[in-house]
């Protein structure tokens, strides 16, 4: 079992960056997948980026080459950066793991969750 906590949320202009850690606590890291997901308000959650524990990675539409996903068992934790940032990846970003080695995409498939962290892009 991991209980993931999220951090580096803020607020940022739009253009700039940001990187988010999600460090999970548990015995055996390195044996599940790590992903990320983000909820607007009044918005459904939406698929960001996944890392399995082979190192493939998926992202999603909106945030193909601009952020990178990436992960080090070593210290139990898995990072989004996030790069030329817009006003439209304003959300509470969540942080979710699982265990198996699949790239899974939707929330449902995930059972351990962070609280999430504020991210704010101004124009």
């Known amino acids: 079992q991991v209980q993931p906590v999220e951090s580096g949320g803020g607020l940022v202009q739009a253009g700039g960056s940001l990187r988010l850690s999600c460090a999970a606590s548990?015995?055996?890291?390195?044996?599940?997948?790590m992903a990320w997901f983000r909820q607007a308000p009044g918005k459904e959650r939406d698929f960001v980026a996944v890392?399995?524990?082979?190192?493939?990675?998926t992202y999603g539409d909106s945030v193909k080459g601009r952020f990178t996903i990436s992960r080090d068992n070593g210290k139990n934790t898995v990072y989004l950066q996030m790069n030329s940032l817009k006003p439209e990846d304003t959300a509470v970003y969540y942080c979710?793991?699982?265990?198996?080695?699949?790239?899974?995409?939707?929330?449902?498939?995930?059972?351990?969750w962070g609280q999430g962290t504020q991210v704010t892009v101004s124009s």
């Open positions: 548990g015995r055996t890291f390195s044996m599940y997948t």
């Open positions: 979710a793991a699982r265990w198996g080695s699949n790239t899974y995409t939707v929330p449902r498939d995930y059972i351990y």
């Open positions: 890392i399995s524990t082979s190192g493939g990675f």
